[in-house]
């Protein structure tokens, strides 16, 4: 099979797209920068030059392929759109990319009692409703036959296989940490979010690439864990104590940004991968991010 990654120098994308070359798939990766595709080459995906504003050249090269994996960035409607409309009738899939905070609740710290499975509606805060509406295009497109589906990634930890091999919260935390001197979560950091590993997180994606029903979403968990507990094993892999430091809203926002900082790192994100689990038999076999805390926020 054919298939076209977008985010492919990225750490999902990428981590998808080796695995894919890894089982014998040929793959062609959306690439900003020659440098990035000589990145990407290296490891046997053929890049392909342009952004994501890049609409004729989205299309094209979706038509050309057997399926997409859409992993550079969960709020691009237009991207979206621009390859919907090219596989419109063509029953090819297309896989898109969102992330768990679209639960997200703006606790700012504090625990939240919501949990969610795929099944479970809820309506986003304001600072999640264009995602949440491009997942919504995304699921309807199944009617215009395109086998659509969502992945929606909790926290995911790990070494990813791609050229950027690094996630994005747990290192956050751990360069604010350092940059600090002491590891910082918003608020009292009883916040919970779920998480999941990328190995784990990339053989969804191939599960769902096979299988999927059109039209399907899918969170991506396996376990869940309070920020302030991660930031006590940065704090312990820095080689500190475990102490803690909780940052004001405003602290927050001024580090983070305010949509990350409400959605993010001190909002609760519990889901459920139910359907992963249900319909297409995925079993993630790891659970340790604490452990995995150890090894990647460690210095050098
Ligand atoms: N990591 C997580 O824990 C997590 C969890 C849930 C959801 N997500 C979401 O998943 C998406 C990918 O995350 P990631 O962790 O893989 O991020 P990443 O490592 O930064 O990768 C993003 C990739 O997309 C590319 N890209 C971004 N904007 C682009 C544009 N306008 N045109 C062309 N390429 C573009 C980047 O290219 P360059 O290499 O040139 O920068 C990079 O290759 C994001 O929307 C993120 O919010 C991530």
Known sequence: MKVFVTGASGYIGG????????????????????????????LGIEP??????????????????DAVV???????????????AALAGSGKAFVHTSGSSIVGDQAWGEPGER????????????GRAARVAVNRRVLAAAREG?????????????????????????PRLAALARKSGVARHVGSGENLWSNVH???????????????????????ENGECS????????SRALGWDGRTQGMSKQEAIAEFGEGPA???????????????????????????????????????
């Open 15 to 42: 981590s998808v797209a080796a695995a894919l070359r890894g089982a014998g798939h040929q793959v062609v990766g959306l690439v900003r920068s020659p440098q990035k595709g000589e990145q990407v080459r290296a």
């Open 48 to 65: 392909v030059l342009g952004t994501l504003d890049d609409g004729r050249l989205l299309a094209d090269a979706a038509l050309a392929s």
């Open 70 to 84: 859409h992993a550079a960035d969960a709020d691009h409607r237009a991207a979206v759109e621009s390859m919907l």
């Open 115 to 126: 949990i969610f499975d795929d099944d479970t509606p809820f309506e986003p805060g304001p």
């Open 146 to 170: 395109v086998r659509t589906a969502v992945i929606s990634p909790s926290l995911i930890y790990g070494t990813g296989r791609g050229a950027h091999r690094e996630s994005i919260q747990v």
């Open 198 to 220: 990328i190995d784990d997180l990339v053989d969804l994606y191939l599960r769902v690439l096979k299988d999927a029903p059109a039209g399907a979403s899918y969170y991506a």
């Open 227 to 234: 920020m302030r507990r991660l930031c006590e094993a940065i």
């Open 262 to 300: 409400a959605y993010t790192y001190g909002s609760n994100s519990r889901v459920r991968a139910t359907r992963a689990r249900r319909e297409l038999g995925w079993s993630p076999r790891h659970d340790a991010l604490l452990e995995s805390i150890a090894r990647e926020a460690a210095p050098g």
